[in-house]
């Protein structure tokens, strides 16, 4: 992965999970507090959350300007906030149609629609300028997603300069990779830091992996979710089921669902 504090995830089979995802204390692999290095998440850990040693600045994070994604306020009534990227396959298609050609040397070129980023650019954007605008008293982390789990920092750290220099970086080398593990990368997010309230998600559609089992995948956050955090959900370019499903994944916290066009 090359970035610093990069982690990855390996699940297990289907059977398994879908077994354990129903429990109300789902044993996820969670994240050590080794920032200097890499970290895999084994399956024996369990949670070991650290505040940042350095004390917080003396405002008061609520009297600071929101979080805005997509135009979007993100309403936060602590002082972190955790986002969670879909880099699944899916999210390299464009987010609004085009219409493709040929060119003179039989190259596949864009006839209309030029200069449409695809979902996950337009979500890395947004993504970038949200964590940029952060106050210096908020705590954040980001986790993305496809059937792997990576983040930037297995802690909360402060929104200082280097932090969202460092984070901006990591967000904008996301590539697309395979299928959709939205359930245990969400489970493991909230499992990162149980005293954050507010998680946001930005995703293209239903899960498919470990399994393809929409409930399965609300049950396994909703278990996992025991600090009781919101979850905001943003559905970029969703419809039908997979947009259901996003909106019943933001309603089981009594999040905000918001659609992406």
Same mark, same amino acid.
């Given at each position: 992965?090359?970035?610093?504090?990069?982690? *990855? #995830?390996?699940?297990?089979?289907?059977? !398994?999970?879908?077994?354990?995802? *129903?429990? @109300?204390?789902?044993?996820?692999?969670?994240?050590?507090? %080794?920032?200097?290095?890499?970290?895999? +998440?084994?399956?024996?850990?369990? $949670?070991?959350?650290?505040?940042?040693?350095?004390?917080?600045?003396?405002?008061?994070?609520?009297?600071?300007?929101?979080?805005? $994604?997509? &135009?979007?306020? !993100?309403?936060?009534? &602590?002082?972190?906030? $955790?986002?969670?990227?879909?880099?699944?396959?899916?999210?390299?298609?464009?987010?609004?149609? =085009?219409?493709? &050609?040929?060119?003179?040397? &039989?190259?596949?070129? $864009?006839?209309?629609?030029?200069?449409?980023?695809?979902?996950?650019?337009?979500?890395?954007?947004?993504?970038?300028?949200?964590? %940029?605008?952060?106050?210096? %008293?908020?705590?954040?982390?980001?986790?993305?997603? @496809?059937?792997? =789990?990576?983040?930037?920092?297995?802690?909360?750290?402060?929104? @200082?300069?280097?932090?969202?220099?460092?984070?901006?970086?990591?967000?904008?080398?996301?590539?697309?990779?395979?299928?959709?593990?939205?359930?245990?990368?969400? *489970?493991?997010? +909230?499992?990162?830091?149980?005293?954050?309230?507010?998680? #946001?998600?930005?995703?293209?559609? !239903?899960?498919?992996?470990? /399994?393809?089992?929409?409930? *399965?995948?609300?049950?396994?956050?909703?278990? %996992?979710?025991?600090?009781?955090?919101?979850?905001?959900? /943003?559905?970029?370019?969703?419809?039908?089921?997979?947009?259901?499903?996003?909106?019943?994944?933001?309603?089981?916290?009594?999040?905000?669902?918001?659609?992406?066009?």
């Amino acid at each position: 992965m090359g970035a610093r504090g990069c982690l *990855a #995830v390996a699940f297990v089979s289907m059977s !398994i999970l879908v077994s354990v995802a *129903a429990q @109300d204390d789902l044993d996820l692999p969670v994240p050590t507090t %080794n920032k200097s290095a890499p970290t895999t +998440l084994d399956s024996g850990q369990r $949670i070991v959350e650290q505040r940042p040693l350095r004390p917080p600045p003396d405002k008061d994070p609520r009297d600071e300007p929101p979080p805005v $994604i997509f &135009g979007e306020e !993100i309403d936060v009534e &602590g002082d972190t906030i $955790i986002f969670v990227l879909d880099r699944s396959g899916s999210m390299a298609e464009f987010l609004r149609p =085009v219409q493709m &050609g040929l060119g003179p040397d &039989g190259q596949t070129i $864009i006839l209309e629609g030029a200069g449409t980023p695809t979902r996950l650019e337009a979500s890395q954007r947004e993504l970038v300028r949200c964590v %940029n605008s952060l106050a210096p %008293n908020f705590q954040f982390t980001v986790f993305a997603f @496809d059937c792997s =789990v990576v983040t930037w920092s297995a802690n909360l750290q402060w929104a @200082d300069g280097a932090a969202k220099a460092s984070a901006s970086a990591w967000i904008n080398a996301v590539g697309p990779g395979g299928l959709t593990a939205t359930g245990p990368a969400t *489970a493991l997010a +909230l499992r990162s830091s149980i005293q954050n309230q507010k998680v #946001v998600l930005l995703t293209d559609g !239903i899960p498919t992996c470990p /399994f393809a089992d929409p409930v *399965a995948h609300r049950r396994m956050v909703s278990a %996992n979710n025991t600090q009781h955090a919101q979850i905001d959900v /943003f559905g970029i370019a969703t419809e039908g089921q997979s947009r259901t499903f996003c909106q019943q994944l933001a309603a089981d916290s009594s999040g905000s669902y918001f659609d992406v066009r």
